[in-house]
C-alpha cells in the first residue's frame, strides 16, 4: 500500500526520559498517538518526538502543563 | 557452599531476576536509539527503572537517575564532577576506596581534604563532622554503612548539618541501598552513588547516581547520546548528560526485576531477616575463644556484617581455610576500606568478614559457627 502522509501534531522534548514520560501519561489517558524518530523538519540529530492526530493537540497541551512534562516544541506538520 | 559474601556481590538472586535478563538478552534493543519495536522495549523498561528508583530513594524524578556500571562510577563522577582546586571537602576513615582514591587524586589537583574518624567501636565521631561541616566545606561524602563493620551513619542528621550549611552532601549507598530506607528529601542528599548488585540483588554492571535537580555535575564521559548528534558538546539535559554510550540495559533489566521483589517482599522484611542472621551468629559466635570483633553490635540497625578475627590469625588463612574445609565463604584483608583498618590496627592482619543474605538460613549460621570451632 503506498504510503499517504497525514497532517500530525509533533511534540519534542529536550531528552528521551521526557519523551517516555509523555509516552506513559498519554497511555494512561487514553491519548492517542506513537513515539517517532524527531522529523528533519524540525531538527536533524535524532531523538524521539511524541505524533498524534491534530485534534488532540489541546489535550495534549493541557496534559503536558499538568504533568509538568518538559517540551521544546509544539508542531503540526505534514508526515 | 555456604555464600556469606553478600556484602561483596549478591550471589543469590530472586529467579526473577535471572529470568528478566535472559529475556531482555534476546528481546531489548539498544535504548534511546530510535524507536522501533526493541528500541523502544529498551528504552521504556530503562526508563520504568529510573521511576523505580527514583520513588525508591525519594528523588527529584526519573530524570535525575543516573545509570553507572557501579558504585565506583557513580562517585568517580561525582568527585570530579562537582569539585575544584580550592574547595575545602569532609569525609571519614569508613570510606571505601571508590570514595578516597578519587578524593586523593583531587586533592593532587588542590582540593583540601578533611577526614573525620571514629570511635574504637568503628562509630562516627559526630562531633568532629559536626565542626568540620561548620568550618564550611563545598561538600561531604560520606557513606552510608561501613563495608568492613556494618555500622550505620546517621545520614539525616549529618544531611541536616549539611544543609544548614549549604554544603553538598553526597552519600554512597554501597551497602544498604534497596535495603535500609534512604529518603533524599527526608535525608537531605544532593547526590545519592548505590550499586545494583549488592543488597538491591541485582546484576553486576548495574548502578547509578541520584542527583538533586538543579545540581550541575560535569560528566566524565562524552560521546554518543541518542539525541542532538550534530552537536560538538555532549548534551546538558539530564540523565544523558552523565550516560554517554549504550547503557546495560540486560542488566538494568535483572535490577528491575530486583526492585520489584524487593518492592513485593518488602524491605523491612528482607532487612530484618537479615539483621537476625547476623545477630545470631555474631551472639553465637562470642565464646569462641580468642574471638574479636570489629564494630558496634549494640545496636540492631547496622548492615547485616560480622567483622571479625581469631587471635593473632592472619584473616587470609582462616577465611581460606572456610572455603577450603566447609566450602564457607569470607571475605579477608583489606575490604578496600584502609583508614578502617588502620583504625583498628588490622593492616597486617586483615580482619574476616561475613556478610549474611535474606536467602541465607539460620542452618548455614550454625554450620558457620561449628566450622570456626573447628580452628
Known amino acids: 500500500m503506498p504510503r499517504v502522509k497525514r497532517m500530525k501534531v509533533v511534540v519534542t522534548f529536550p531528552s528521551t526520559v521526557q519523551a517516555l514520560k509523555m509516552e506513559q501519561c498519554c497511555k494512561r489517558d487514553g491519548l492517542d498517538g506513537r513515539l517517532i524518530p524527531v522529523p528533519k523538519q524540525i531538527s536533524a540529530g535524532c531523538g524521539m518526538a511524541w505524533a498524534a492526530v491534530p485534534d488532540s493537540k489541546t489535550a495534549l497541551e493541557i496534559m503536558i502543563s499538568q504533568e509538568g512534562i518538559e517540551v521544546e516544541g509544539v508542531y503540526e506538520l505534514l508526515l | 557452599m555456604i555464600y556469606l559474601d553478600s556484602a561483596a556481590t549478591s550471589l543469590y538472586r530472586p529467579a526473577q531476576v535471572v529470568e528478566a535478563v535472559c529475556r531482555a538478552l534476546t528481546t531489548l534493543g539498544n535504548s534511546s536509539r530510535g524507536t522501533h519495536t526493541a528500541a523502544l522495549t529498551g ?38 564532577g562537582i569539585l575544584t582546586p580550592g574547595d575545602r571537602v569532609v569525609t571519614t576513615v ?105 543488597s538491591l540483588m541485582g546484576p553486576q554492571g548495574t548502578g547509578g547516581l541520584c542527583v538533586r535537580k538543579g545540581l550541575q555535575v560535569r560528566p566524565l564521559v562524552t560521546g554518543g547520546s541518542g539525541i542532538k548528534t550534530f552537536d560538538k558538546i555532549h548534551p546538558l539535559q539530564m540523565p544523558e548528560a552523565l550516560e554517554a554510550g549504550t547503557l546495560n540495559g540486560h542488566g538494568i533489566s535483572g535490577l528491575k526485576a530486583a526492585i520489584a521483589f524487593i518492592q513485593e517482599q518488602g524491605m523491612d522484611t528482607l532487612r530484618i531477616k537479615e539483621q537476625n542472621l547476623a545477630r545470631e551468629f555474631y551472639q553465637r559466635a562470642q565464646d569462641i575463644p580468642g574471638i574479636r570483633f570489629y564494630g558496634d553490635y549494640s545496636v540492631m540497625e547496622r548492615a547485616p556484617i560480622v567483622a571479625l578475627n581469631l587471635g593473632d590469625e592472619d584473616s587470609a588463612e582462616v577465611s581460606d581455610w572456610l572455603a577450603r574445609e566447609y566450602e564457607i565463604c569470607t571475605r579477608p584483608g583489606g575490604h578496600c576500606a584502609p583508614l578502617m583498618h588502620r583504625r583498628f590496627g588490622t593492616e597486617a592482619q586483615g580482619i574476616v568478614r561475613f556478610s549474611f543474605s535474606n536467602f541465607n538460613t539460620m542452618d548455614e549460621v550454625e554450620a558457620t559457627i561449628s566450622a570456626l570451632r573447628n580452628y
Open chain 2, 43 to 80: 528504552a521504556r523498561m530503562i526508563f520504568e527503572t529510573r521511576q523505580m528508583l527514583s520513588n525508591l530513594f525519594h528523588g527529584d524524578g526519573p530524570e535525575q537517575v543516573v545509570f553507572t556500571a557501579n558504585s565506583t562510577e557513580s562517585l568517580n563522577m561525582v568527585v570530579k
Open chain 2, 94 to 198: 569508613m570510606e571505601h576506596n571508590s570514595v578516597l582514591r578519587p578524593l586523593y587524586e583531587m586533592e593532587r589537583q588542590g582540593i583540601c581534604l578533611e577526614i573525620v574518624g571514629t570511635d574504637d567501636l568503628g562509630r562516627l565521631d559526630m562531633a568532629a563532622m559536626r565542626q568540620a561541616i561548620d568550618f564550611g566545606a563545598r561538600a561531604v561524602f560520606c557513606t552510608h554503612a561501613s563495608n568492613l563493620t556494618g555500622n550505620i551513619n546517621d545520614i539525616r542528621k549529618i544531611g541536616g548539618w549539611c544543609r544548614e550549611a549549604g554544603t553538598l552532601f553526597v552519600v554512597d549507598a554501597s551497602q544498604t541501598a534497596g535495603i535500609f530506607p534512604i529518603d533524599m528529601q527526608e535525608d537531605f542528599v544532593d547526590v545519592l552513588c548505590f550499586t545494583g548488585h549488592k
